[in-house]
């Protein structure tokens, strides 16, 4: 199975950091909250701009978990839409010819799903198969990758879709002035991402340098629960993110890829393109340090962090897009996606161009 293109979609309201930092001290301010403390907080993510699915003056007049959900399927609709056909045309791909679509949030709710939803929307054939998955967080669109790989063994002829929509600022608890909602505020973004995948047997596997998805794994970790994920009630989803999160991916990480690298005959030295979900700078410096890689390895994570923030689960096909629109590696170079989230769980798809 090869990831024959990846494409990208964002609201149209781009706000850089200082901008949303005035506008949420502004608020948290008139709540005697310490807006110094909230300025450290935000500036020391290393975001410097991000896409909402709203304009910054809409937040305000949300008044309840149903009136943001209700906004994330309108948006969500449009990015998602916008991202698959940017897919499809990366990947000379026509929208008819997908045989599965699979599609992965953590941030919104819909039944019909989204992806149902989508089908009157678009030129999608009637005999779709839909894969709705939510919940894995920021691991999904990395687990997604391999599932749709998964599928694609029993129809090996086939093209299946892969669809990550995350709007994370209409989770926002503006009553939460919690450590960990405050760094959301300032780490979290909106977007949607799509990647194509052809079947080992579907005409279109070859031509211009495409990797193939060779092996992937998971890897839970038991009694991790409290790391990340989110707390529900009548507010909507309020976050719940440990600062263990960057203890928890350096004392395991390295030893997972090892493990799951050597039962291919392979070592980390194999890999020249990691493609690393960029959770935050403490997540990126642990990934390195676990990984035993320079600052450079880790680049492109670095550089989507700083533009678009994070994404939850749909920044780790942003990076991937890059890396795949960027000169390809040699011919049978390795590369490896990896990505954490609620559980604690590792996702990690090995590559081979």
């Excluded at 008139?30 to 450290?40: F, I, M, Q």
């Excluded at 449009?78 to 699979?102: F, K, Q």
């Excluded at 897009?321 to 490896?336: D, S």
Aim: aromatic letters at 6%.
């Amino acid at each position: 199975m090869r990831i024959a293109g990846v494409g990208t979609a964002y609201p149209p309201h781009y706000y850089d950091q200082e901008t949303l930092l005035a506008a949420l001290a502004g608020f948290w301010g008139e709540h005697h909250y310490n807006v110094e403390r909230l300025e450290r907080l935000h500036r020391n993510v290393l975001v410097g701009g991000r896409h909402l699915a709203l304009p910054l003056e809409r937040y305000p007049l949300l008044r309840d978990w149903g009136e943001a959900n209700a906004v994330w399927i309108d948006v969500a609709l449009d990015t998602g839409r916008r991202a698959i056909e940017n897919a499809l045309i990366a990947a000379s791909v026509r929208t008819e010819d997908v045989g599965t679509l699979l599609f992965v949030t953590t941030t919104g709710l819909a039944t019909p799903s989204l992806d149902a939803l989508l089908m009157n929307r678009m030129p999608l054939r009637p005999s779709l198969r839909r894969v709705p998955i939510f919940g894995l967080g920021c691991a999904a669109a990395v687990a997604g990758l391999a599932r749709a790989a998964d599928l694609l063994l029993a129809r090996p002829d086939e093209v299946a879709v892969l669809l990550s929509v995350e709007l994370c600022s209409l989770t926002l608890q503006r009553e939460d002035l919690s450590t960990a909602n405050l760094i959301g505020t300032g780490l979290f973004a909106d977007g949607a991402a799509a990647a194509v995948v052809l079947g080992s047997e579907h005409p279109q596997n070859g031509g211009r340098p495409r990797p193939r998805i060779v092996a992937s794994a998971s890897v839970f970790y038991p009694d991790t629960e409290h790391v990340m994920g989110w707390d529900i009630d009548a507010r909507g989803f309020g976050l719940r993110l440990s600062a263990d999160v960057p203890d928890v991916v350096e004392r395991h990480l390295g030893g997972d890829v090892d493990s799951f690298l050597a039962a291919r005959g392979l070592a980390r030295g194999d890999i020249v393109r990691w493609i690393c979900h960029p959770g935050g700078p403490r997540v990126l410096e642990s990934m390195e340090r676990a990984l035993e890689i320079p600052r450079e390895a880790l680049e492109t994570s670095w550089k989507v962090l700083q533009e678009v923030g994070n994404l939850s689960s749909a920044t780790s096909l942003v990076v991937l897009q890059r890396v795949l629109e960027a000169e390809p590696p040699e011919p049978g170079a390795y590369g490896l996606i990896s990505a954490l989230g609620p559980g604690f769980a590792a996702e990690l798809v090995l590559l081979q161009w």
